[in-house]
Each structure stands twice: as C-alpha cells, then as structure tokens.
C-alpha cells in the first residue's frame, strides 16, 4: 500500500465519522422535539417511535469518536423509556 492511498482512506474515515456525527446529533434532536408533545396524556405512542428514533441515533453516534449524538440520544431514550415505564407502555 502506498502512502498516498493510506492518506486517502484515512481522509474518508474521517469524513465518515463526521457524516455519522451530524446524522446522530440532527436525529437526537428530531427525537428531543418530538419527546415533548408525548408527554401529554393519551399521547403517549408517541414515545415509541422516539425510542426507534434513539436507537439508529446511537447507532449512528457509536461510530465517531465525539460521542455529542450518542449523549443526546440516550439522554432521550432514557425520558421516553421512563415515560413509557410510567404510563404502561401505552398511555
């Protein structure tokens, strides 16, 4: 392998890791909006497709090293499985 291709693949590590950081923050934040109206009473399906939400947000966060999206889709994973857990998994 020359070092020429060496700095190539490295370069779109890089870039990958980056892709995925932006993908895991702009999805923590579509979830963390939508977490708020599912706090409502009757609303609460809602917080399933948050939490299907969360889990391709910390799939997507576990491949960077800056781990701001994984942070934030767990920190959401966690209110809305709370939610979940107190209201029956339904209500």
């Known amino acids: 392998m ?7 693949i490295q370069r779109r590590l890089v870039i ?10 702009l999805i923590g934040l579509v979830c963390a ?16 497709a948050v939490l299907a939400g969360c889990v391709v947000g910390i799939i ?4 960077c090293q800056r781990k701001i999206g994984l942070t934030i889709n ?3 994973a966690v209110v ?7 209201g029956g998994g339904l209500f």
């Open 16 to 25: 990958f890791g980056v892709v995925m950081q932006i993908l895991s923050v």
């Open 60 to 63: 997507f966060g576990s491949f």
């Open 80 to 86: 809305a499985a709370l939610r979940l857990f107190l």
């Open 33 to 48: 909006v939508l977490l708020v109206p599912g706090l409502i009473p009757l609303l609460g399906w809602l917080q399933w």
């Open 2 to 8: 020359t070092p020429e291709n060496c700095s190539c």
């Open 74 to 76: 767990v920190a959401v």
